[in-house]
């Protein structure tokens, strides 16, 4: 089996990682949180990568390699297994300071002679170690050749998480502005037993890459900002082999890659019983039913498919719908025709990815006619107009494959164009030809200066531009904050979700410096142009129009209910709509009109035995009550609905029961009158 | 709808919509269009054009004809209406307008109604309509008034109102001032009660003059640039066609939503979809017995208990590391809460900056909304104006609706085009953009690519000119939804078999076979071995490694006259590598890569070409 790497955090928590400068995070705290965060990555990004967790400084004792006094205070605390909740929850709960100190190079002994026992017959790519200390400890060198030649035959690459930078010896005095506060100069303020144990480690990692070992050396303020980010989830690209063909002789073998396409979420939601949390509790059913008066289940079997040809509906069953439905023969990518690049319009483009097209693996001859093709258009400003085709399954599209040539490669770029019934030819009024929006010189000239400022390229003296806001640097902020949620609640489940995370926030607004440069030309718009916000009186006059001219919502819902020319659920929609639009009028005559309408509303559920939609608006409107200030409303209502219940003859004594169960005066408790609701409904369909 | 989904699926990737995330065109419509077609049927419509063109009422039906097909498509609850005037016979509800024939009631276009339709093109169908209807005398007023009545008679809620007159006669009562003036009160009436009433004017001997009547008749145009009146009489089909369904398509906007400066600087903007990917529409259910429709419902209930479950009573999950993860229904929307419903204006940044290959969905277009905020649309047309003359396009983070995340657009400017015949081709504003984030870009491998001569690239050159064609967006049709409704067309009109369907994006290879000629021969030439074959897959390369190295290398030598003349002919990339190293050794040539093209430029180099 595949196994991609197996990595073990070893991190010291003994007493000296504790200290800290006033107003600082201690050492401890940084470390751990580097801990925390890089854990919280691999269990999202669900890698098959094995972690385990070695402490040392520990109070006890707990490690294989423990002899009378050597290997002490060193712990082993989780073995090599796939980094889950609990370690994080382990990590949160469990890790504090302690009051020992251990060596730290028998703490990585410890790690080494884990790691070697527990891969042992199994294969991995990499073997890691991760060590996270402040250096305090004094450490002997002896056996310091004997480690470095365990590791380099072993295979086990070495990281240094250290609480101040590496970089001292080489830049000697700059300290100040290559770094932020908070960190101290490594040479000066180092113990003798710090300088010590620091050139041991760059022995060490020296020995084992002579180029490039110091680059695995972190301090914990850079590391912590590197893993900020939660990981984004890699995907492997497939490739999609082809035929690109122009006429019925020329082919050129090419492969395909997806190279844009949106990222969506890879989990969804499942739904689980609140009280158990279990989703097998919980079962949507659909039933199937006649629009009669008496809504007549059908069963499934009795039920066979239809299009609808505009007015007509037309039965087509899935064999007959099979038999002639288009059918094509698969696989494909041939050229329609060559066409200028600028007739096929960026705003046009289709699909949701973009395709690079190469040519086929290791075939030479297939990469010059590719080439030959990638070049000829590129000089004609070009494009390729295809016939895109995934496999046979999938259905045909038609669009253009864009020369695109880099300094180290170079493909076309495919991207879907649209079919005739995709576009919409609206027309707009003419901005240009219309006096009453026609912007001033003075209002010109300021949208001019407010460019000027808000421009996020800058080109500096040696002309090389730099972009302020690279938008496809950004992670995509939804994942990030699902994650950070998903994280919260997983390690604290009764608190509230936490508030965005501050660097996420600030990813996504405008760069300081550009807020800072367009303050007066913004200054300047506001002065120039007027914008004014106008009343709304319009939906009044639609809802007039939903329920015809006599304002009777209460009345016309229930007709157009009977009627059935719409669905229920539009029908409930736009008295809700209209319910709503009372509301927004606090005056009791508007109040109980909306009444009127809730009790329509409950009734015709209630009859056409469906009381979700209505339960659910009740629900929300209930939780509205207090933002709204509707509570003289909800008292209405309640008084109104418990007077209509008491003419119910189904269920007297049970809302009798309501009533007594609701407190007078108070706010809440239209559950009650859901659940009642509800009862009600399940006894008319038992009888 | 798992079922049916199964059998349109299209490729695994653009399929899944985000609950409700996608731009999908349909925004909560309210109610119904209507679409009155009032159509001129005296007899000047009849006159045919010389060498044969179509006559005005042919052109008229067979816009008409579209419509009603376009409509089944994308709209069928939309109504249509078609109505004569000027006819011999009359045909309305309650027959009290002479000289009007209503062919069609305001209603939903069906199978029956595009036969009906049919039946009136060509000749065939000049005969049908002077049989049926005949030519007579012209009540405008009349026939106005019979159309308000049609409205009267609709249960359903009508959103936009729309009525067409199709005619050449700029005179239509030929100087009779109370028909004349009748009409125009009629025509007030119904634009009163919201009708926009159009004027399509086809082409006459002598030209059709707008002013001399029907500018009172029709609907002033939004932006009272007169441009509608401007227009030119059509006297082509596909003119008409274009301008019958830049008006027909009602604009619905996704959202409104506000485009923000700065704090306190907020214009109103729309956003519309300009192009959605039509699909074929979903299957409907219906009992078997008497092919009645039937309504689906839905119950959520708990499974031990068999109660219906409210949705206080239900909570939502994820697993991550061997944990279920717990929320609340409304936690769940509050995750993807970043700011309330918006455009935020981020920069801006120089057009080349905006790259092809980041294209992550279909774009949406951006227009003022001046009702909404005041002032709106002249920030928004100085903003556009500059943007597009200092070539910048604005980068904003886009929120369109409420709890959804955040993603960041490009915010491109688009100039007003109208074509010769004053039609807009190109609304004024801008076009959106989607940018992609980190998470959408992928990471490729990026193969080795070697890279053809001068005289290959010459070569292909010419094949790519041979084949150019002016591309159109609306070129293409879709075959998947054109034989679909083929097919359901042919079930309902009880055809023998559905109409062939021309697949338009098939490529016609025997005429691109007859335009090349002999270039693709002498390009294979030029690029590939003799006995080279894209079409199976290179096996060679297995048995070399089999060998085990011992196996006998055939030595083939190239001379120095055939090398010359392959760099002459361009077909020197046709050589293997393994070739040219060796010609490279026989010279005595030193390579510093092994590449193919390192090999070539060594050898052109020495040779001198």
């Known amino acids: 089996d595949f196994r991609a790497s197996a990595l073990v955090l070893c991190m010291d928590v003994g007493f000296s990682m504790s200290n800290s400068a006033p107003g600082d995070e201690s050492h401890f705290d940084l470390a751990k949180k580097i801990i925390q965060k890089f854990v919280q990555r691999q269990v999202f990004a669900e890698t098959k990568e094995e972690l385990a967790l070695v402490l040392f400084g520990t109070d006890s004792t707990k490690n294989p390699l423990h002899r009378d006094d050597q290997y002490q205070n060193i712990i082993v605390h989780r073995h090599l297994m796939v980094a889950d909740f609990e370690l994080l929850e382990e990590i949160e709960n469990q890790i504090h300071p ?54 380099k035959k072993a295979g086990i690459t070495l990281q240094f998480f250290l609480p101040f930078p590496l970089d001292e010896d080489e830049q000697g005095g700059e300290d100040g502005d290559s770094r932020g506060p908070g960190h101290q100069g490594a040479g000066k303020g180092l113990s003798s037993e710090q300088q010590n144990a620091l050139s041991m480690m760059k022995h060490i990692m020296l020995s084992l890459d002579e180029e490039e070992g110091l680059d695995e050396v972190y301090s914990f303020r850079n590391a912590l900002q590197e893993l900020h980010m939660f990981k984004r989830i890699e995907t492997r690209p497939m490739a999609w082999p082809c035929l690109l063909t122009i006429g019925s002789s020329l082919s050129i073998r090419i492969v395909g890659y997806k190279a844009v396409t949106e990222e969506k979420r890879k989990k969804t939601w499942m739904t689980i019983d609140a009280q158990s949390h279990q989703s097998e509790d919980v079962k949507k059913e659909t039933v199937y039913c006649l629009d009669d008066d008496n809504e007549t289940e059908v069963q499934k079997d009795n039920i066979i498919q239809g299009f609808r040809y505009g007015s007509d509906i037309v039965p087509f069953s899935k064999v007959d719908q099979e038999q002639m439905k288009y059918k094509h023969d698969g696989k494909c990518f041939a050229v329609l025709g060559f066409s200028k690049r600028n007739l096929v319009q960026r705003h046009l483009f289709m699909g949701n990815q973009v395709l690079k097209i190469f040519a086929a693996k290791d075939d030479e001859h297939a990469g010059i006619a590719l080439s030959a093709l990638i070049r000829a258009l590129d000089e004609l400003k070009m494009v390729a107009v295809v016939r895109y085709a995934y496999n046979r399954s999938s259905n045909p599209q038609v669009g ?60 500096d003296e040696n002309g090389e531009t730099d972009d302020l806001f690279r938008v496809h640097h950004i992670p995509n902020p939804d994942f990030q904050r699902l994650f950070q949620c998903l994280h919260h609640r997983a390690v604290n489940p009764s608190a509230p979700l936490p508030p965005i995370e501050p660097w996420l926030k600030a990813a996504l607004e405008r760069p300081e410096v550009i807020s800072e440069r367009c303050r007066a030309p913004l200054e300047q718009i506001k002065k120039n142009f007027p914008l004014t916000e106008v009343e709304k009186k319009k939906p009044l006059k639609t809802s007039a129009q939903i329920y015809g001219k006599d304002v009777d919502p209460a009345r016309d819902f229930c007709t157009l209910v009977r009627q059935k020319s719409l669905p229920f659920g539009e029908v409930c929609q736009q008295l809700t709509q209209r319910i709503e639009q009372l509301l927004s009028n606090k005056n009791t005559q508007y109040y109980m009109k909306s009444i009127t309408c809730i009790q329509a509303f409950r009734e015709q559920s209630v009859k056409l035995e469906n009381a979700e939609l209505y339960n659910s608006y009740i629900q929300s409107l209930k939780s509205s009550v207090p933002s709204r200030g509707l509570e003289v409303f909800w008292d209405l209502l309640r008084q109104g609905m418990i007077r209509l219940l008491t003419s119910f003859l189904v269920a007297e004594e049970k809302e009798e029961e309501a009533m007594a169960a609701s407190p007078a005066g108070d706010v809440g408790d239209v559950d009650d009158l859901v659940c009642f609701h509800i009862t009600v409904i399940c006894s008319i369909r038992i009888f | 709808m798992a ?37 001129d049927a005296s007899k000047e419509m009849f006159i045919k054009g010389e060498d044969g063109e179509l006559s005005n009422f042919d052109m008229t039906m067979q816009v008409v004809r579209s419509v009603y097909t376009t409509k089944i498509i994308s709209s069928y609850r939309d109504l249509i209406a078609l109505v004569f005037y000027g006819t011999e016979q009359s045909k309305n509800p309650r027959n009290s307008f002479k000289h009007v024939y209503v062919y069609h009631d305001l209603d939903e276009p069906g199978a029956t109604r595009v036969r009906d339709l049919d039946a009136l093109l060509g000749d065939k169908g000049e005969k049908l309509a002077a049989e049926t209807m005949g030519s007579g005398e012209t009540s405008l007023g009349d026939a106005l008034w019979c159309c308000a009545n049609l409205y009267s008679d609709i249960k359903y809620r009508l959103s936009h109102k729309r009525l067409m007159i199709f005619t050449c006669r700029d005179d239509p009562h030929g100087g009779n001032s109370t028909k004349d003036r009748q009409a125009h009160t009629k025509a007030r009436d119904l634009k009163e009660t919201g009708v926009m009433i159009d004027l399509m004017h086809l082409m006459k001997p002598g030209g059709f003059d707008v002013s001399l009547y029907f500018r009172d008749i029709v609907s002033p ?163 556009l104006k500059k943007c597009s003359e200092k070539n910048v396009f604005a980068v904003c983070r886009c929120t369109p609706r409420r709890n959804i995340p955040p993603r960041f657009v490009a915010l491109v400017p688009q100039k007003e085009e109208v074509d010769d015949g004053k039609v807009q081709t190109k609304p004024p504003g801008f076009n959106v953009i989607f940018l992609p984030y980190a998470d959408d870009i992928r990471n490729l491998d990026i ?11 010459n070569k292909m050159k010419e094949i790519v000119s041979k084949l150019r064609f002016k591309y159109r967006s609306d070129a293409f049709e879709n075959p998947v939804i054109q034989q679909h409704y083929r097919n359901l067309e042919a079930l309902a009109l009880d055809m023998v078999a559905p ?111």
């Open chain 1, 98 to 151: 302690e009051s020992q100190q251990a060596d730290w190079l028998d703490a990585l002994v410890v790690c080494m002679d884990l790691l070697q026992t527990e891969t042992k017959g199994k294969k991995y790519d990499r073997l890691n170690i991760a060590l996270l200390t402040n250096f305090s400890t004094a450490s002997s060198s002896d056996n310091l050749d004997i480690i470095i030649g365990n590791l």
């Open chain 1, 400 to 459: 253009a494959a864009f020369p695109f040539i880099k300094k180290n490669y170079e493909c076309l770029m495919y991207v879907q164009l649209p079919f005739t019934e995709d576009l919409r030819q609206f027309t707009f009024p003419s901005l240009e030809n219309n006096k009453k929006v026609t912007p001033s010189e003075t209002q010109l000239s300021a949208v001019d200066s407010l460019i000027d400022s808000m421009m996020l390229v800058e080109e």
């Open chain 2, 3 to 39: 079922e049916w989904n199964a059998f349109y699926h299209n490729e695994d990737e653009d399929e899944e919509q985000e609950e409700g995330e996608q731009t999908s065109g349909d925004y909560k419509v309210t109610g119904r269009d209507s679409l009155v077609f009032l159509v």
């Open chain 2, 221 to 383: 145009a939004e932006d009272e640039s007169e441009l509608g009146l401007q227009l030119k009489p059509c006297d082509k089909l596909d003119d008409l066609r274009k301008r019958v369904l830049a008006k027909e398509q009602k604009k619905r906007s996704l959202a409104r939503i506000k485009l923000i400066l700065d704090e306190g600087i907020n214009m109103a903007v729309g956003l519309y979809a300009t192009a959605v990917t039509a699909r074929k529409p979903g299957a409907v259910k219906l009992y078997r017995e008497t092919n009645e429709q039937v309504r689906s419902k839905t119950r959520t209930f708990q499974t031990q208990t068999g109660s219906l479950l409210l949705p206080s009573e239900i909570k939502k999950a994820q697993v991550y590391g061997k944990k279920k993860i717990v929320m609340e229904r409304d936690e769940v929307d509050a995750i993807k809460k970043f700011d309330d419903p918006g455009l935020y204006l981020i920069g801006f940044k120089p057009m080349e900056k905006l790259k092809l290959h980041h294209h992550i969905r279909p774009a949406i277009f951006l227009y003022p909304e001046d009702d909404q905020v005041k002032g709106s649309a002249c920030l928004f047309s100085a903003l």
């Open chain 2, 447 to 457: 193969p080795h690519c070697p890279i053809a001569s001068p005289i290959q690239v």
């Open chain 2, 499 to 609: 109409e062939e369907t021309d697949d338009l994006i098939m490529p016609k290879v025997e005429q691109m076979d007859i335009r090349l000629g002999p270039l693709i021969d002498e390009f294979k030439n030029m690029v590939y071995p003799f006995n080279y074959n894209p079409d199976v897959k290179p096996a060679a390369k297995r048995k070399t490694d089999d060998g085990g190295g011992s196996e006998k290398k055939p030595k083939v030598e190239v001379s120095e006259e055939e090398l010359k003349n392959h760099m002459k002919n361009g077909t020197i990339g046709k050589l293997t590598v393994p070739l040219l190293k060796d010609a490279c050794k026989q010279f005595g040539i030193r390579v510093a890569g092994s590449k193919k093209q390192e090999l070539i430029d060594a050898l052109v180099a020495h040779l001198g070409s």
